[in-house]
């Protein structure tokens, strides 16, 4: 028994090795062509207004029987899919009352909005999410979100998929906005699990970022290695499958995903 325990200590330890060493840097790459205003983890609050439109939006596939989509809904297309994949695992464990109502907005119609609703409603154009076509006001045709079994599932499951629950509960005074559980933001793996685990609103994540400047994730069998840097050039693991995102600020986050060891 005592050898066994020896045996599960040791492999404990050298997973936890494995999880926080840094891998081999040894491939440069350049961000000279990179846009500092796209990417996944943009940041776009009161405080930073958008600075370029998205640049693949695709209407948003029909998910599953019972989901309602407005007609013509907007959203760049990867998260499109992501949404689609969330919303037909939710109705494999019988969560099907979703609507969608909102997606992308124009910058012309969501100053029409302020201006026909006022700040209560709509932040000013520039200032909203929904011009990123990363975000998705997702509803329940059961009655309020916070209160349905859409929301509470959504609540524990979005990350899973990439998502996050843009303006959580408790975390107003970060995020300048009343908690909204309708309101879900795209940033991908392993950003929303690491935001999530945390309990982190996205300018938590990208100030942590900046203080940190990488850290290492396993999720399920696929390891992340996170990096942030406000250099046109960096190196990062030897890898194929990187994806590069601006912050809408002064840096980078590059995402890599690591070759198994």
């Known amino acids: 028994m005592k050898k066994l325990i020896g045996v599960l200590l040791i492999v404990l330890i050298l997973f936890q090795f494995y999880l926080t060493r840094t891998p081999a840097l040894t491939n440069k790459i350049s961000l000279k062509d990179a846009s500092l205003y796209q990417g996944d983890l943009v940041l776009i609050n009161k405080q930073t207004e958008i600075q370029e439109d998205p640049r693949n939006l695709g209407k948003i596939p029909k998910a599953a029987t019972e989901t309602h989509i407005e007609a013509g ?79 509470r599932w959504l609540v524990k499951n979005a990350h899973k998929f990439g998502f996050i629950i843009r303006y959580p509960k408790g975390k107003e005074a970060v995020t300048g906005i009343s908690f909204e559980p309708w309101h879900i933001r795209y940033v991908g793996l392993p950003h929303s699990h690491k935001m999530y685990e ?25 390891t992340y290695f996170v990096q942030y840097t406000k250099q046109r050039s960096i190196r990062i693991p030897d890898t194929p499958l990187f994806q590069v995102s601006g912050t809408n600020e002064h840096g980078f986050i590059v995402t890599s995903r690591l070759k198994q060891e």
Do not use: C
């Open 73 to 151: 809904l907007l959203v760049q297309q990867h998260v499109g899919t992501a949404l689609r994949q969330m919303i037909r695992r939710a109705e494999k464990v019988g969560v099907r009352q979703f609507q969608i109502n909102s997606a992308y907005r124009s910058g012309k119609l969501q100053q029409q909005l302020y201006e026909e609703y006022g700040a209560d409603f709509a932040l000013p154009a520039g200032h909203s999410e929904h011009q990123t076509g990363l975000s998705v006001d997702l509803g329940s045709t059961r009655g309020k979100m916070s209160q349905s079994k859409e929301g």
């Open 198 to 222: 945390e309990d982190w609103a996205l300018e938590e994540y990208i100030a942590y970022l900046k203080q940190e400047n990488t850290y290492k994730m396993r999720i399920a069998d696929q």
